[in-house]
């Protein structure tokens, strides 16, 4: 099969019908064979009513539902899991992006040999209230992934390799931040197309302005676990000894100026007076929990089960 279509939809009823004619349309043209994979992340509308009907009337498409929402990842996790087509395509439900865009995708991974294109929503229908921080959320992400030619991390269009969606696993709210995970597994033939985006006809935006302070979090876990992931001490233990070291240097400092004004008959306060006496105190206590916390970390790596897993590319 060439291409899958995978599909994470919340309560989009009424754009249902008009998406799946619109990708029937586009594959026919170019003659594609191909599925569609509804993933109906516990809509409560009629949203899986309707995909049974698309379904009855084309074997092509598929659906799975879910008991209760538990988010868009999660959803693509797990039409990522099923898709069988050579390429995989991710679009939104709400008719924002454009099946159009499909042949060219398909073309930019089978043809041009990339991992991964990730859509552009160049031009934006969407309020300003959005577009700004998306402006400075994909700098941010840009400069802590290293991939440095994506304008768009977050856009719902994407194509990928088949083998790529097999071997990243989307949790949480990490869908923001496929691309950096395709490129912690060690895909990294990333490229972007600039796409048509389209105001949304029906429904409603499923998030808030609450995406970008969860957005950042993410991205702070995705940088740690994948450069500290596998080795917490590196992190901890560093950051933990140079703090102790730190208030060490300093409380010696305080003593011994002490010590020194006593010898030599000079006016001299209590250590417990001056305020470098608590600051280093409370510097070698975190330097020593944050060290402690290394230890911990590095135990639970020991206990992690796939610490010896690794991702094979060839073998001979
Ligand atoms: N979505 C989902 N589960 C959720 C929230 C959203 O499957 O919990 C789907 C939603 O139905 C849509 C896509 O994710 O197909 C993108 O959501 P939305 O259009 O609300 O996001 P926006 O375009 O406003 O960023
Ligand atoms: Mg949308």
Sequence with gaps: MDISVVIPLFNEEESLPELAAWIERVMKEHDF?????????????????????????NPAIHGVSFRRNYGKSPALNTGFA?????????????LQDSPDEIPELYRMIVRDGNDLVSGWKKKRYDPLSK???????????RKVSG????????????????????HIEVYGDMHRYIPYLAKNAGFDRIAEKVVQHRAR??????????????????????WFTGRFGAKPMHFFGLLGSL????????VMAVGFGKLYNMYHGNPYTLV???PYFFLSLTMMILGTMLFLTGFIGELIVRNSPDRNHYEIKEKI
């Design 82 to 94: 099923i898709a069988g087509g050579d390429v995989v395509i991710t679009m939104d439900a709400d």
């Design 33 to 57: 064979s191909y599925e569609i994979i509804f993933v109906d992340d516990g809509s409560t509308d009629n949203s899986w009513k309707t995909i049974h009907e698309l379904s009855a009337a």
């Design 201 to 222: 006809k029906y429904g409603v935006t499923k998030f808030g302005l609450d995406r970008f302070v969860n957005g950042y979090l993410d991205l702070a876990t995705l």
């Design 243 to 250: 703090m102790f070291v730190v208030g060490l240097i300093a």
């Design 147 to 166: 991939i440095h030619n994506l304008h768009d991390f977050n856009c719902g269009l994407k194509a990928y390799r088949n083998e790529v969606v097999k």
């Design 131 to 141: 577009t700004i921080p998306t402006k400075l959320f994909n700098a941010t992400a």
């Design 272 to 274: 417990t007076d001056s």
